[in-house]
């Protein structure tokens, strides 16, 4: 079930992706910036975003460990956990870089 897991987490990140950048365009503009409230919430939902691909991961990436033994050395798995560990490191970059924005 864990690799089904995964690829459930793998079609939520892409959403909240989807999601995150939608927020960023908004505050892409001058007058999106300027909103007041309304940017302040665009961006908490965009970092939200973002690091509710973080939690995915760590959920995908936990369930394989638990697994352990044999599975853990199928190529498969390890391309999971490969791809997992690739956006965890550029997830990371991206919630910091979301989290500096100053409006």
């Known amino acids: 079930m864990a690799l089904g897991d ?8 892409l959403g909240r992706e989807g999601d995150s950048l ?4 908004r505050l892409e ?3 999106g910036r300027r909103r007041g409230e309304q940017a302040e919430w665009n961006l908490h939902n965009a970092i939200s ?9 760590t959920i995908c990436t936990d369930d394989i460990a638990s ?3 044999a599975v853990l050395a199928s190529p498969v ?3 999971v ?8 490191i550029y997830g ?11 409006l």
Request: contains cysteine; charged residues 10%; aromatic residues 6%.
């Open 22 to 25: 939608a927020m960023l365009r």
């Open 92 to 102: 990371d970059i991206a919630l910091h870089l979301v989290a500096s924005i100053k």
């Open 67 to 69: 697994i352990g033994g």
């Open 6 to 13: 995964c690829a459930t987490f793998a079609n939520v990140s």
């Open 49 to 57: 975003y973002v690091g509710s691909v973080q939690s995915c991961l």
């Open 77 to 79: 798995v390890q391309k």
């Open 29 to 31: 503009t001058a007058a």
């Open 81 to 88: 956990v490969a791809w997992a560990t690739n956006v965890h």
